[in-house]
């Protein structure tokens, strides 16, 4: 089974997945969704880590420290930042981090890493905007954005069909560009919005 779910907070993520355990869903893997095992209900305690790795020896000792402690790997991989843990060792403690700073940590290098891709389409979308990519006259005038000869001259049937068929095309010709200031907005307000909970956690 599948779901499909976005968290910035890794206490309410922890929560959740946690929950699904006891329902009888074992977390499985994590891509773009969450994939689940059906097993039997049980009381998991799964925790999350924020940590990218260059190397791959760096992400094998990252791993091998925590089955040491008690703790198996379930989802994540050396690029993918979000590591999931699952308690295995019943004498091992409740949590993966010692103090609260390094439980913070986390959401640091959570909001630097939405700041690094919101930093990655800025000169993009600078680049369109110097070269007139972005036009903002699509807003004024949509007609424009319609090549198909002697459209809006067309009537009934005969105009809906073309309209409808060059529709997707002229809006992304107009308004594609959107998407980059949209990505670039929305990665800040993550960045922020993990800083913030670094701020909280940490205190």
């Known amino acids: 089974m599948q779901q499909f779910k976005f968290f910035i907070d890794f206490e309410k993520e922890e929560q959740w997945l946690n929950e699904m355990a006891k329902r ?119 007609k424009a954005l319609y090549y198909t000869p002697g459209l809006w001259e067309k009537a009934g049937a005969a105009f809906w069909e073309a309209f409808l068929f060059e529709t997707p095309f002229a809006l992304g010709r107009g308004f594609a560009w959107l998407l980059f200031p949209l990505l670039i907005g929305l990665y800040l307000i993550f960045s922020a919005l993990a800083k913030s909970r670094y701020r909280q956690v940490k205190s």
């Not at 930093?119 to 949509?142: E, K, Q, R």
């Open 24 to 142: 009888g869903f074992a977390l499985a893997g994590k891509s773009i969704a969450y994939t689940f095992e059906r097993t039997e209900p049980e009381d998991a305690v799964i925790k999350i880590d924020f940590r990218p790795f260059r190397s791959r020896a760096d992400f094998e000792d990252y791993l091998a420290l925590f089955e040491d402690s008690g703790w198996k790997h379930v989802a994540g991989s050396k690029s993918s930042g979000s590591q999931y843990f699952r308690k295995m060792d019943e004498t091992a403690g409740d949590d993966i981090f010692s103090d609260a700073d390094s439980r913070a940590g986390r959401y640091q290098r959570l909001s630097q890493m939405w700041f690094s891709l919101a930093c990655c389409y800025i000169p993009i979308f600078a680049a369109m905007v110097s070269t007139g990519l972005v036009d903002a006259t699509a807003f004024t005038n949509p």
